[in-house]
């Protein structure tokens, strides 16, 4: 990534005949993960140039008044279709409300806003993240052997509800083993703005509390190598195992070298090709029939949806994420990492 | 006795003749460049900070996004306004934001699970506030304890009560029309020329009566054409914006019509008045200035300070309860985050840009509403601009510095002129 | 005759150092007690514990009579008493009018009076010889050292008070300034107030005062009237405590 | 010239006899209970505190948690030792948090990018803490923005920055060895026995050749005994916390040993002696305090005003670098969260507890340890409790409130007997 | 004989006010001068314009016959014109001796020489009949008003400067340290030094000046040698800015 520090605005010269309206994309934050300013970003942007329709693509750093204020201004700047990745349901609504009485037509991208009733809903299942997340741990906590292991949870942002979701999936998969008593359910925290530092305090004093912990879900990347390196200075790295989220460089090197168990990898080209498509055709007036649908639990009515299926990578697949692109060779494999990743099949 | 003798009291240059045109001007002039430029500054950094943008995107000189600044930059102004109180007595109070985060979830909780009325409801967030307050000016007048460490405690006390009442982390949906319509309804256009005229009337009427009763009391009054000429700046400046705030801004105008002064403009207007006349009419608001200006003088002419100090932060906290009422209406909706992030450093910011002092002692309401005004024109210009995450930051930041150092310059001339 | 203004065994420390031995001090009405003593004597300390500033560690306070407790400023304004302080404790943010009028504003209603102060603050003014104020709403950090001073004392005796309290109010003043407010001083008492005036200038001691109470290293030296005693007489008391008959019995030290 | 009579001019009382064990006893409790207590207070709370968690977590008193408070706390410490010398002249620097974060960045991006050796992506990290400095106090010395201001704009922009080093959000792992040793690596315990005893030495020759020169002199000196008593409590606590840092305290002690003292342990030290050496020995030091006590009479006794000023500034970005560095070496990453969230507030928070004041002329670098180690406690306490975030927020501000508390009520008294 | 000091023609205002007017004062090596003047005449503004603390707005300034532009404190402390100012300007925050060497600390390689500082203090303030001070490890906000204005003199004169500038050293002081400071300033003039005094008292102006200069609302009323004019003609040059043949030629006004 990193070309997104330019003004996004263009327009193609060989735009196709049909009078294409303006897309405007708003995406939530630069920090609770990277994906959004290095790969969504991108994607979209190679999509909207490719279709050569005039687009604007703004974050709102984790900011619900700048959320609502990019789209106040993206409306005003003439936008006919609006993409946004909610930072609530409830700003979510208001700008798609705001949007609708102004005949701009919205879509809700990776995150559903509830009560909203945008066009198309285009996402992952963060519930399924989740659920693949405490497979995870399952899995190589069996591999382990671990008898009645004890398991940590380093849950993500207290107020991001992504990180309830993600909690939502791997509890469906953990609890009943705790109520089964096969795991002993360990100390539980939050990690206050996905903020690594906090997670790094958070977890060495877990550690100091419950001596004996076993295993550690933890929400994401990030977390995981905050864990990780307090596992390290304690030299128990690698026997604990740790999980994570969006198949970042870090994350895959951990894995590789045996620090991390697993993440979880969701190929966010697809979703935004997706997404960019049906914008694309919102903008040209056409009104494209989706692939499937999903309930909006609080209107309970369905809304036109395209959903993609999130990936669980471990060691022996971490190929599969560099194979699609979303990593390169260069700079997973640096230094040591060659031999590894060699031993991972990676070319 | 002997030393006793009889001198004439000499009286003091009192300027009761009526002053002329051209020496008024003069003396403006000289008081300009001399350093005394009252709001002059903020006014220059504003309109620098317009022609920056309006050349660089020109849809941010249209009706809609001049309606847009209104409703973007008020929950902010409205935060800061309450915060001139704390800093005009030379405290600070870091948890405003979060403040205004309780209050709000205090008004979504009521509303919903509670099903309450809105004024109800309003009146517990507010309720709230002015607990907030009493509690915090308690701590930091009685106890003694630093108002930034009790403030830097309620922070992150606030931000877990605001997970406490919106229950862990959900996001309360607001659907009640009263409340959503404070930052995204309008008035009808006849009611804000109304309002306007009102307005400009009582301005005028409260400038005569007293320019009349000093000049009975042979005391210095302002000249007719004087007042005149302040009326009808006023009068103008108001007059354009309504006028354009009446214009059709809806962009699919058959569809929908989208005209008239967002509802929330005249209650900051009407703030703005209340809390003018009371830092520069009341009592109260004279203590408020002596205490920050100097403690231990205001303790000396009996003044009860803590009880000042006290009020001063209820006031905060209540502002920020308004201002956390017009970000739920503005947001639909309350979840953790509601005042947190940037709200509170926006909100000090603009109290300072507007000139007012952290060391206490010197600050305007009106400094607050400039310099709110100052803060949503960057967001507003900056969103236009469609930059990346990144180079938003670093826009958004230098931006501030312009602003804020075309004041420093202006004031900079006075400070070398022996005037501080 | 009673003293309306009565101290007795005041003691008063700063930490480890003890400023104040059992002072006893007496200010009458309608007389003028100057209050002299070295620098350091411990005069300022001594009027600030009277207003509450400082709280006393003993004694007893006593105004017409009854016995009081000044715990601020605030109950020492609600007495009667009036104070000119040595650091004048002004509000530089303020302009003159405010000063003067400060924590005792004239309300119309709710608001300010604004017209009726100035009113009064000029008449008061120009009675104290003040010229080249441009303003009486220029603010305060704006004055020379004198026109402080004179605001200061025009703020103290504004009121309707019965003790007025001076502390080096002529300090900074010019020639005709200091008559004029010497004279104030005379009228004050003369129209049934106690007036203490603390002054390190013997001729204006002399001029206008009717008792001397001489403070040497924190402890009182003596009391007499001023009718009874010598400019030379005063002024060993003020630097060793003690002149023939007069004075502390030993040589005490701090 | 008439009036002008000899008078004996009598010498100050200057106590050159050296007082007795008791005298000075004596007089200690009276300036205690006079209100000058020093880090008194802060002990205190740290007592209180300490005392609240080890009952409600046995744990809390275990080596290895002793040992964790410091790596823990570091990097907030050093951040709060920086920002002491800004709030010392009166100024605040809110963009320390993400300086430490653009400092962090830069080492990461010549760590892993660019290949260069450790040393020389320290010094880089270290020099950009420099040029920060420099810029933000010549922007507030010269130019004459508020300081709020101009960090403030230095805080979006820095953000920005960072974003822009660690391309848009990734998280740059760090494997250098060096880097990742110093939060996370210990000295081998030896070495941190010779440690302690060259420092207690010395504490111990420092202050015998300071009575001794003072005694030569006849100046006031401290008595031998007294000395004896300081060095000895010196040597005592650090000797505790040397022996409790060199217990075992890996769980598998035949797996893999754990022990000795932290090596940041010593850095902070260092940096404590250093600044400690500048503030109270050096004419610089001196000058802050002027400054910031008073800068028009600073500004009169001829002290170039604005050079200290930048170089207050210089400081303290300058040490938000090694706290960079720090967090850096702790984390093992870095990302755009690094120096944010509630880093600038936790590290304003501790030189406020340890007792400097915000507004200027007052304070310590050791205030700025011992306020850290209060954050840092509550921060490790907190930890073991176990809470769900919004208790966890409650709890932890009541915390804070709690150990300021103690504070402002010991302090309190000083001022009532008149004592500012 | 050139004088040490002059200034010609110097003009000030603060925004709209001006008040200084066209002011020339000539200061002698050897010679006590006495600026004397109403309150708010501008004595302690023409100080202030002197010191670079306010940058004038006409006029020059000659030291020792060449033209010299003095910007800050900083420069005038290096031409060798020390000053102390009325609103004295020590910081609170500091002791008696940190203040005493604020801006010329006496060093020992890069670390501070206390001892030597100590010493050297103590040595100026017992020469100045301070008693009382507990320590001059005291911090100045505990000093009384006088103890306060001897710190500020012993800081003015421990140095060894051409002229120096006292703006009312002597109000908040006792009997014994007025004349020591009045002694002090002669001796200061007998070592070759230009003094400058500022005072309202006309007894301690008569001791020791040689010259008076006289400002009436901001303008030079007469410059004038001591032993030439009497202590009412002086009064009358400050009241009115004209006595006789001397001063302001028409009834001037500000
Ligand atoms: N807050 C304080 N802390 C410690 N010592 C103090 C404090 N205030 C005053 N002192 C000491 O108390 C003594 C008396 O001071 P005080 O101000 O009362 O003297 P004074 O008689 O008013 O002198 P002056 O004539 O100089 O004004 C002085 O030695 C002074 O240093
Ligand atoms: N910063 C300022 N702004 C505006 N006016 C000022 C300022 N400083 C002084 N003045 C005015 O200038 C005049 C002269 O003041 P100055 O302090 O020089 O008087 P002075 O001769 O020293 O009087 P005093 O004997 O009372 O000390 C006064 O009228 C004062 O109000
Ligand atoms: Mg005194
Ligand atoms: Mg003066």
């Not at chain 1, 509800?161 to 469906?172: E, M, P, R, V």
Request: charged letters at 20%.
């Amino acid at each position: 990534g990193g070309e997104s520090g330019q003004t996004t605005t263009s327009t193609s010269s060989a735009a196709p005949s049909a009078p294409a309206g303006k897309i405007g994309v708003i995406l939530p934050d630069s920090k609770s993960s990277d994906r959004w300013e290095t790969a969504d970003r991108k994607y979209l942007q190679e999509a909207f140039e490719a279709a050569g329709v005039e687009y604007d693509i703004q974050n709102a750093q984790n900011d619900k008044t700048q959320f609502q204020t990019i789209a106040d201004q993206m409306i005003t700047n003439g936008a006919t279709v609006l993409m946004i990745v909610n930072l609530d349901s409830g700003t979510g609504k208001t700008v798609i409300d705001k949007a609708r009485s102004q005949g701009v037509a919205t879509i809700d991208y990776d995150r559903l806003t509830l009560g909203g009733g945008a066009e198309y809903y285009v996402s992952f299942d963060n519930t399924k993240v989740g659920q693949l997340q405490g497979e995870g741990l399952v899995k190589c906590l069996t591999d382990k052997n671990a008898d009645k292991p004890i398991v940590a949870y380093l849950n993500g942002s207290p107020t991001d509800n992504n990180a309830t979701l993600f909690k939502n999936g791997y509890d469906g998969v953990l609890k009943p083993k705790f109520d089964a008593g096969e795991y002993v359910k360990g100390p539980e925290q939050s990690v206050p703005d996905w903020d690594n530092t906090q997670a790094g305090t958070i977890f060495e004093q877990m550690l100091t509390q419950e001596p004996d912990i076993a295993g550690v879900l933890t929400a994401n990347d990030g977390l995981g190598n905050a864990a990780i390196t307090v596992l390290k200075k304690n030299n128990l790295n690698g026997k604990i195992p740790v999980t994570g989220q969006d198949a970042t460089v870090q994350g895959l090197q951990n894995i590789l070298a045996g620090d991390q168990c697993m993440t979880v990898y969701k190929a966010i080209k697809k979703e935004a090709d997706a997404a960019a498509k049906l914008a694309v055709a919102l903008a040209k007036g056409e009104k494209p029939a989706a692939t499937s649908s999903v309930k909006d639990p609080e209107t309970g009515q369905d809304v036109p949806a395209e959903l993609m299926e999130p990936q669980a990578i471990y060691a022996d697949n971490v190929k599969d994420v560099v194979a699609d692109g979303y990593v390169t060779k260069e700079e997973l494999c640096t230094g040591d990492f060659a031999e590894k990743c060699t031993e991972a099949g990676i070319q | 006795m002997s030393k006793v003798k009889e001198l004439p009291g000499e009286a003091i240059v009192a300027a009761t003749q009526a002053p002329s045109v051209r020496n008024t001007v003069v003396a403006y002039v000289q008081r300009v460049r001399g350093g005394e430029m009252g709001a002059l500054p903020a006014v220059l950094g504003l309109v620098v900070l317009c022609a920056v943008f309006a050349t660089a995107r020109p849809s941010f000189f249209t009706a809609i996004n001049f309606a847009n600044l209104f409703t973007q930059g008020a929950a902010v102004t409205l935060i800061a306004m309450g915060l001139v109180f704390v800093l005009l007595i030379g405290e600070i109070d870091l948890s405003a934001g979060f403040a205004s985060g309780v209050c709000a979830a205090v008004l979504a909780v009521t509303l919903t699970s509670a099903g309450l009325p809105w004024y109800v409801c309003m009146l517990a967030a507010i309720v709230t506030g002015v607990v907030i307050g009493v509690v915090l000016g308690t701590l930091v007048a009685k106890v003694g304890i630093p108002s930034f460490v009790v403030t830097l405690a309620a922070f992150l006390a606030f931000q877990g009560l605001v997970l406490v009442l919106v229950d862990e982390g959900t996001n309360i949906s607001i659907r009640d029309e009263m409340v959503v319509a404070i930052a995204n309804r309008n008035l009808p256009p006849w009611l804000g020329w109304a309002l306007y005229l009102v307005c400009v009337a009582i301005y005028a009427g409260v400038q005569l009566r007293r320019a009349r009763s000093r000049t009975r009391r042979e005391l210095a009054a302002d000249p007719l054409w004087l007042i005149g000429a302040r009326v009808g700046t006023l009068a103008l400046i108001a007059g354009l914006a309504v006028a354009a705030l009446n214009l059709e801004r809806s962009r699919n105008p058959n569809l929908v019509s989208l005209t008239g002064v967002p509802i929330v403009v005249p209650i900051i207007l009407a703030l703005l008045v209340l809390w003018t006349v009371v830092l520069r009419r009341t009592s109260f608001g004279r203590h408020l200035y002596a205490v920050g200006g100097n403690t231990e003088a205001a303790r000396r002419a009996g003044i009860p300070v803590d009880r000042i100090k006290i009020m001063a932060f209820v006031i905060c906290s209540s502002m920020a309860a308004i201002g956390g009422i017009v970000a739920v209406s503005r947001a639909s909706s309350v979840d953790p985050n509601t005042g947190g992030s940037s709200v509170l450093l926006y909100a000090v910011g603009a109290a300072v840009i507007g000139g007012t002092s952290l060391f206490g002692g010197k600050g305007r309401v009106l400094d607050a509403v400039m310099g709110g005004a100052v803060v949503a024109v960057i967001e507003n210009g900056m969103g236009l601009m469609g930059y990346g995450a990144s180079v938003k930051y670093l826009v958004t930041g230098s931006v501030l510095l312009l602003a804020a150092g075309v004041d420093a310059l202006a004031r900079k001339r006075a400070s070398a002129a022996g005037l501080r | 005759m009673t003293p309306l203004l009565e101290l007795r065994g005041i003691d008063k420390s700063f930490g480890p150092v003890k400023v104040l031995h059992d002072v006893g001090l007496s200010a009458y009405a309608g007389e003028v007690t100057a209050l002299v003593g070295d620098n350091g004597a411990g005069k300022s300390t001594l009027v600030k514990c009277v207003s509450g500033i400082y709280p006393i560690d003993a004694g007893q306070m006593f105004f017409d009579g009854r016995e009081v407790h000044v715990h601020s400023p605030r109950d020492a304004g609600e007495l009667g008493i009036e104070i000119v302080y040595q650091d004048l404790a002004l509000c530089d943010n303020l302009d003159i009018v405010q000063n003067m009028f400060l924590g005792r504003e004239r309300k119309n209603g709710l608001l300010l009076d604004e017209d009726t102060m100035e009113e009064l603050a000029e008449r008061t003014l120009s009675g104290l010889s003040v010229r080249t104020v441009t303003s009486i709403r220029q603010q305060v950090s704006s004055l020379s050292g004198g026109q402080r001073q004179t605001v200061a004392i025009a703020k103290a005796v504004l009121w309707n008070s019965k003790v007025v309290i001076l502390d080096e109010p002529t300090a900074a003043l010019g020639v005709a300034q200091t008559a004029q407010v010497l004279e104030l001083v005379r009228r004050l008492a003369d129209t049934g107030l106690a007036v203490v005036l603390i002054s390190h200038n013997m001729n204006d001691v002399f001029a206008v005062s009717d008792r001397i109470a001489a403070l040497y290293l924190g402890r009182m030296a003596a009391q007499v009237r001023t009718a009874d005693v010598t400019h030379a007489q005063v002024v060993e008391l003020i630097t060793s405590g003690r002149s023939g008959e007069l004075g502390l019995k030993n040589g005490v030290t701090a």
